[in-house]
T-cell receptor, first 112, second 116 residues
Framework: EDQVTQSPEALRLQEGESSSLNCSYT??????LFWYRQDPGKGPEFLFT???AGEEKEKERLKATLTKKESFLHITAPKPEDSATYLC?????????????FGQGTILTVHP | DGGITQSPKYLFRKEGQNVTLSCEQN?????MYWYRQDPGQGLRLIYY???????QKGDIAEGYSVSREKKESFPLTVTSAQKNPTAFYLC???????????????FGQGTRLTVV
């Protein structure tokens, strides 16, 4: 069964305290891994796309990496405005081609 | 402006009634998706469609129905068979690339459905 698991469920950081969020996947035929940010009451906002192991993408304080089994979202020197729920998703291949499956998300809170 | 429009933003329904949520995109994307989100939860896939007049069940399709008569429209009907319909509903679309397949999805702002 295809599964996407995110950890931790919630993460509290002090401003400037760097950390990482994890997204592990067990899928038959990965056709892309995506990171999103979601603010309360709003739709998810696209952050990054990763397609192959070893790939890295960066944007401001965020850096996403991908291995064959998991992806990390590294947050360097976070600020309170980085507080949000971070979601990862995978596009599947094979008989589920086109299906986009999400993990449960990590709720990030950054205290000033 | 290009984007995905969901309407209405808030919807109230009486028990036993069907209700239809609208989703329109002007991005010329091939694939469209419907998700349900409950408080503190991730997104669960209800239905998805890769082309007009074709769609597939997601992980929680029971009690829901969809249609894809036009490329830009993918309405979701929440039927009276859905036992616990109160939730936040999100629609998304993604383009297709011949090299990479379906790429990143973009979301609407959601419809919050409350059964009263």
């Amino acid at each position: 069964e295809d599964q996407v698991t995110q950890s931790p469920e919630a993460l509290r950081l002090q401003e400037g305290e760097s950390s990482s969020l994890n997204c592990s996947y067990t899928v038959s035929g990965l056709r892309g891994l995506f990171w999103y940010r979601q603010d309360p009451g709003k739709g998810p906002e696209f952050l990054f796309t990763l397609y192959s192991a070893g790939e890295e993408k960066e944007k401001e304080r965020l850096k996403a990496t991908l291995t064959k089994k998991e992806s990390f979202l590294h947050i360097t020197a976070p600020k309170p405005e980085d507080s949000a729920t971070y979601l990862c998703a995978v596009h599947l291949g094979g008989t589920s081609y086109g299906k986009l499956t999400f993990g449960q998300g990590t709720i990030l809170t950054v205290h000033p | 402006d290009g984007g995905i429009t969901q309407s209405p933003k808030y919807l109230f329904r009486k028990e036993g009634q069907n209700v239809t949520l609208s989703c329109e995109q002007n991005l010329n994307h091939d694939a469209m998706y419907w998700y349900r989100q409950d408080p503190g939860q991730g997104l669960r896939l209800i239905y998805y469609s890769q082309i007009v007049n074709d769609f597939q069940k997601g992980d929680i399709a029971e009690g829901y129905s969809v249609s894809r008569e036009k490329k830009e429209s993918f309405p979701l009907t929440v039927t009276s068979a859905q036992k616990n319909p109160t939730a936040f509903y999100l629609c998304a679309s993604s383009p297709y690339s011949p090299i990479q397949g379906y790429t990143e999805a973009f979301f609407g702002q959601g419809t919050r459905l409350t059964v009263v």
